[in-house]
């Protein structure tokens, strides 16, 4: 972490962090992400966890003021309204004040909860927040078992892309192809009006993105229905090294706040999710590949969210050292590591969105399980370059992964919240 008298850098991210609070949330930036996003906020909090302890419990705060009965945090809170943003709540038709997608995210509010309690400048107040949290943090993981795992093979589900939060990522062509085209929203997309087209998901895309809509706001979003009618169904390697990562996190947390029944019940969770992890391992690409749940077969992708089982220290050494060489050898191809798609494949796009741009935030993710697997010089490396990139670049949404250059939206959030952690 940088000092402020040494790096002018870190004056900026907190100035950008402080000019997107919305009185206690954060917007990813402004216009072009005008509400509260799920895994956002929890980069966010760790953020301005590094400066202003009460406000980043704050974030986490409105986050899972927002949770559903049965336990879902949704990926999208609606505050207040605005036409910057498409879709917006009278899309979802979710009935909450505030108004609220249906779709989750990946599920890094625990580990976010965590970092917070565990470096807390006051800790009789994380205390006492935890003491409150705790059982909403159970519940959560819970429905991510009971809802997205009904069948229990140690994997849970995604069925939109939205919710992988790599929407467009090349994993995705084939399960997002059966989607079909037609929908019942009138589509107005906005981010194309802030954003380079050329940066964004193809119209295409959100045609299928906004059918899913359609189909799971038809069974009123109902955790059962919307699975069993989902045409978009699948095991993404990213969300579910998220969610183990968070199971760790959850039961390092419940030795102090939970019972003996509930680290008995977290533990199994993590034994069940962590034999499904493994199961996803391809030796051949040297990573980690998602699973097509309505196809049963292996996705032959390779995407950043590969590297993620080493966040949730979920590669053996043998695949941590394959690992690595592949990340090296993708930093020989793209000189500004990780691009969010093989560099050179052939669907690679560097500045098309999750088809190849660096992300600060998975950049993050990846060198904390580098170091946490023992390769704690290329996670150094990681961590090094994704700081030289943003000051280089500026706080941008995200990054080309051959020339450094920012891309998408600026004064970017995580990208700044990410900057005071690396």
Known sequence: ????????????????????DRGGYTVPTDRLYPFQWNWDSCFVAMGWATFDERRA??????????????????????????????????????PRTPPTSGTCNPPV????????????????????????????????????????????????ATLHPWETGMDNSPAWDAALARVPTDTETVIRRRDTSHVDPAMRPHAEDYQRFIHLVDR?????????????????????????????????????????????????????????????????????????????LIADAPIPASTCAGFLPLFAHAASPEQVASLAETIREWSRRAPWPVASAEPGGASFEQR????????????????????????????????????????????????????????GGERFSWTAAIYLLV
Not at 66 to 91: C, E, L, N, R, T
Not at 269 to 287: F, H, K, M, N, T
């Open 216 to 292: 799971y706001r038809g069974v009123g979003w109902d955790a059962a229905r919307t699975y069993a009618v989902a045409p978009f169904r699948v095991a993404d390697v990213g969300t579910n090294a998220i969610l183990l990562r968070a199971e760790h996190d959850l039961l390092a947390l419940a030795e102090r706040y939970g019972s003996e029944a509930d680290r008995a019940e977290i533990a199994g969770r993590i034994a069940a999710l962590q034999a499904g992890v493994s199961r996803l391992w391809d030796a051949e690409r040297g990573i980690f590949t998602s699973y097509d």
């Open 57 to 94: 419990w704050r974030e986490l705060g409105l986050l899972l003021e927002s949770q559903w009965d049965d336990g879902m945090v949704p990926s999208v809170i609606f505050h207040a309204p605005s036409d910057d943003y498409f879709p917006g709540p009278a899309v979802y038709a979710v």
């Open 352 to 407: 098309r969105y999750w088809r190849g741009p660096v992300w600060a935030v998975v950049n993050w993710m990846i060198a904390e399980g580098l170091i946490g697997q023992g390769e704690a010089e290329l996670g150094a490396m990681v961590r090094a370059r994704t700081r030289r990139m943003i000051a280089d670049a500026g706080f941008s949404e995200y990054f080309d992964p051959l020339t450094g250059a920012g891309l």
């Open 109 to 156: 509010l625990t580990t976010a909860v965590r970092r917070l309690h565990d470096t807390a400048g006051d800790p009789a107040a994380a205390a006492d927040q935890l003491a409150a949290w705790f059982p909403k943090l159970v519940v959560n993981h819970r429905w991510w078992r009971r809802a997205r795992d009904p069948h229990g093979i140690g994997l849970v």
């Open 1 to 20: 972490m940088g000092d402020t008298e040494t790096d002018p850098c870190v004056a900026v991210a907190r100035d950008i962090l402080r000019a997107n």
